[in-house]
């Protein structure tokens, strides 16, 4: 087995890499990435069959349900999520931009969270609270 050396430049030392990690640079990808998202949002494409399972679990089991006993058709989806979830299907009511709501935020806010090394430890802290619960369901 052979192993690959990549050579990382240093901060300052490679004008590619200075260009690439400049503020204006992410600025804009961040921008263009939120661009793609909203566009994506908007386009209210069709539910994959894993959404739709998930979304049968989320609109149709009690609430008490839905957090303490496994999903229905074999799905599995942090605790966290599916709380929300359901605020958003509770205040938008049922659609499908309702769903996907919170996937579109979490993906704004990623983004956003990612360009800047001083929230890189929140964006971690978001990431295993909300979207990696999954120890809690057992799962």
Do not use: K, N
Not at 28 to 35: D, K, N, R
Not at 40 to 55: C, K, N, Q, R, V
Not at 85 to 99: K, P, V
């Amino acid at each position: 087995m052979t192993t690959a050396l990549v050579a990382v430049p240093a901060e300052s030392s490679h004008p590619i890499y200075r260009a690439l990690t400049a503020r204006r640079t992410l600025t804009a990808l961040v921008l263009i990435g939120a661009v793609l998202h909203l566009w994506a949002y908007l386009a209210d494409t069709g539910l994959y069959l894993d959404e739709i399972l998930l979304s049968y679990s989320i609109l149709d089991v009690p609430l008490l349900d839905l957090l303490t006993r496994p999903l229905p058709l074999d799905q599995v989806a942090p605790l966290g999520f599916l709380l929300v979830e359901r605020a958003a299907i509770t205040i938008f009511g049922h659609q499908e931009l309702a769903l996907r709501l919170f996937p579109f935020l979490c993906a704004i806010a990623r983004a956003t969270l990612s360009t800047s090394s001083h929230f890189l430890p929140l964006a971690c802290g978001f990431t295993a609270l909300v979207l990696d619960s999954s120890a809690l369901t057992g799962s």
